[in-house]
């Protein structure tokens, strides 16, 4: 099973900030990495794959780094709706698996 | 547009077995290339893959919970059916169902998701 440990669990920021989220892979999963936005009782977004690959529709202040196994989410200019959790997962092998998570909150 | 929505929320005893029906719409679950998945998000837990079928009926499922899950799917009502035996309290969170994106085994559309309680 491939880990996945996202830095850090929380973190506070403010509206029009630019934040860096990471995660962090067990082993070489080159660039088999998704990442998505969850916010409480509305159904996960997906946001971007193969690394840092824009899903259509979402936008471009998201901004996706990395291969092998060290991975950033950016996101520039924080706006209302991105205060949410953000789950990194990977699709290197059949066994698919997520981070824990980070929750940006606003300060 | 392409939706899926998942049975209303369901209360189960220990031990008892969870059946959750997906339906989905604005695609085939037929169509090449296609994959319908369950993930849970338990209270204080990453969210965890657990089972995928693909358009060819092909199954997979998460290795440490193979032995409890089934997944199958209807495909003249467009539904993709999940059972779960010998629940316990640890099954407790909110189950989503989710599309794949064509050939990348990532998830780009999703239900809102049900509540699962597991309690005696």
């Known amino acids: 099973e491939i880990h996945l440990t996202q830095s850090p669990s929380t973190l506070s920021a403010s509206l029009g900030d630019t934040i860096t989220l990471t995660c962090r892979a067990s082993q070489n999963i080159d660039t088999y990495l998704a990442w998505y936005q969850l916010r409480p009782g509305e159904a996960p977004k997906f946001l971007i794959y193969g690394a840092s690959i824009l899903q259509r529709g979402v936008p471009s202040r998201f901004a996706g780094r990395g291969s092998g196994t060290n991975f950033s989410l950016t996101i520039n200019t924080l706006q209302p709706d991105d205060f949410a959790t953000y789950y990194c997962q990977q699709y290197e092998n059949q066994f698919w698996t997520f981070g824990q998570g980070t929750k940006v909150d606003i300060k | 547009q392409i939706t899926l929505k998942e049975s209303d929320f369901t209360v189960v005893k220990p031990t008892q077995t969870l059946t959750l029906t997906c339906v989905v719409s604005g695609f085939s679950l037929t169509n090449d290339g296609v994959g319908v998945g369950w993930v849970r998000h338990s209270p204080g837990q990453a969210l965890q893959w657990l089972a995928l079928i693909y358009w060819d009926d092909t199954k997979e499922y998460n290795p440490s919970l193979g032995h409890r899950l089934s997944i199958r799917r209807d495909t003249s009502r467009s539904h993709v059916v999940l059972t779960m035996t010998n629940m316990d309290q640890v099954d407790t969170g909110t189950y989503h169902c989710?599309?794949?994106?064509?050939?990348?085994?990532?998830?780009?559309?999703w239900g809102r998701g049900t509540a699962v309680t597991v309690s005696s």
């Open positions: 989710a599309h794949r994106r064509g050939n990348v085994d990532a998830f780009d559309f």
